[in-house]
């Protein structure tokens, strides 16, 4: 197949190749395969297999999500692929009461340390979680 330089939701093949990269270097990931070009099935060193969506949203609000889930319903976990990036509290909250990981890259690849990665989030300095809002 050859590499297109954006889908239909904007992630670039850079964006992709980067997380691919992450994945097969990642401590905790067994293996992984890639389908509708930004969909990873992920299975863990545990044996626990996890369904992510790679997206490149700066701001990924509820509607995206609500199209993201609708386009791709397998989807468990929605990882944003940059660092800058973030969701809005409403996007977060949805994903919580649905039982979906919501996280930016990082985030995420800190997540498949635990035991629970979908109720991973990092702390500051009091011990509060750290969203990434935007």
Known sequence: MAATP???WGVSYSTIAFFE???SKHSKVKSFSRRNDILFDIQ???GKEITVLLLDEYTLGLAAVLKALSDFPDTKYIVIGAYWNGYTKEAK????????GIFV???FFGAI???EPMKF??????????YNYK
């Open 6 to 8: 954006y889908n239909k």
């Open 21 to 23: 990269q992450a994945l």
């Open 44 to 46: 863990l060193i545990t």
């Open 93 to 100: 909250e949805y994903c919580d009461e649905n039982n979906i």
């Open 105 to 107: 890259i990082g985030d």
């Open 113 to 115: 340390h635990r035991k």
């Open 121 to 130: 989030y990092r702390k500051d300095s009091n011990g509060k979680p750290i």
